[in-house]
Each structure stands twice: as C-alpha cells, then as structure tokens.
C-alpha cells in the first residue's frame, strides 16, 4: 500500500498572561497556526482579582508601543516585588505582538466576557501606541486614557495627561465596559484614539475622559451593544469624537448615550 503524507491543519492556541500586582513580560510571543491555512492564536491580557486591598475600580493597566518591563537588575526570586509598588507596575509593550502571527487580541477580559476573577482595568496607553490584529481586538475596561510615557497614574483632575495618539486596527474591534456608579473623571487632555475596523461594537458605560479626539471609522457598521445587561449603555468624553460607518446604531432594545463634554 502507498501511504501518503498531508499537512496538519492545526490552529495555534490560546496565550493567557495575568497579574495581581506587577507585570514585567519581556519574552517572545509565536502565535502561527500549524499551517498557512490555519488560524492564528489568541492572546489574553488582564489584572487578576487580588486576594484583598486592591481597589475593585482603580486598577490602571498601561498599554504602551515598547520598551524594557523588567527592572535592572531585578531577581526574579528576591522576596520582595520588583517596580516602584505606586500601582504603575502593570505594563505591557505591544510591540511583543509584532509579527507573531495572532488573530485575536483581548485586554483586560479573560475568553469568558464575565470573569469574576478579572478586574476591571483602567487601561492607559503611555505614549504613542499602534495596535493591530489579524482577526479582531476585543477591550473590556471601565476607562480608556491616554498619558505620557512615563505616567504611572490614571489620568485625573490632579495628574492632567500629556497624552499620546493611539492607532487600533483590526477587522474586528469591540470596546465594551462593565457597569459602573462611580463618575467618570472629568480632565481634559491631549492625546488621539483611532479606531478603524469593518465592524466596530461600542457598549457598557464606557469613559474616554482625558483623550483630545476620538474617531470610529467603520467600513461596515458601527453597533451599540448591551455586554452585560439591557441597561442604558453610556460613552464619555471630555473630548470631540466622530463615527464614520455605513451604519450606526444601537442594539435592538437598547438605549445609549454619547456624552461628549
């Protein structure tokens, strides 16, 4: 009998990275499929739930294009934590996700959209920042902020952010938020966000305090989705924002307010 050889077809898996208190990843990420025609991995970034003490609504995870994480000279195996311990040791350089073959890019949820051990993230991007995916980007935070590089703390009243210009491009992208009752901060500042994608999903109570101009450009729709509950969905902004799709809408019985200051 002849036996003849055919290649696998194997799809690439998944990479979870969470932290509590500090994250410092600096490694090489390869997230190709077993084949040309096989889909890429998915990548998974996000604060893990404490024991006790943190805040359940200040965690700020900073999102920057690159750099070194890891402290100089840092031991990995010293007992005490390594960083300044301010609640800015939680970055991550996207430039760790270039070329690596993903398909998916979710920060700040884990693969299950309700995850009571993830915390909901104050995501800060520090800097210029150009994220892009094969597939989609999927972000789950109660606020998007731009700072300076070299911020440690989310952007408020206190700290006015320099800010930075933001590029998220995927064919995909959704930006949703967990409700919350705590206000959104109100701070103007400089800084961009470009959101360009076919088909874009915006829902949750959602703040882009801090952020100069937002713009959602869709070749496709443009949706106001309920993530977790019917309840009245709500975008804010201290800044202009602009959507461009061919068309834009909420979700079939759900309200949603864009609040622009």
Known sequence: ARLSGRASLCDAGTFNLQASSGLFFDGQIDGHG?????????FLLAI?????????????????????????????????????GDGGDMRFAVDRL?????????????????????MPANIVFAGDVDLRANRSIQIQANALSTSGLVARLV????????GGNVTIVAPYVSLLSRETRKPPVQVAGEGSLSVDADFI?????????GIRSTSFRSSGDIRFTAPFSGSTGWLYSTGDIDFTGTRVYPATSYRFLIDAT
């Open 201 to 209: 999903d915006i829902g949750g109570q959602l703040s882009l305090a």
């Open 155 to 162: 952007p408020s009243s206190q700290s006015i952010p320099d």
């Open 34 to 42: 077993g084949a040309p025609e096989a889909r890429g991995g998915r």
């Open 98 to 118: 270039k070329d690596t073959g993903l398909d998916d890019i979710l920060i700040g949820r884990s693969e299950a959209s309700e995850d009571d051990t993830i």
């Open 48 to 84: 893990k739930r404490p024991p006790q003490g943190t805040s359940f609504n200040e965690a700020p995870l900073f999102i920057q294009q690159s750099g070194w994480m890891a402290p100089v000279g840092f031991d990995p195996f010293a007992e005490k934590a390594p960083g300044a």
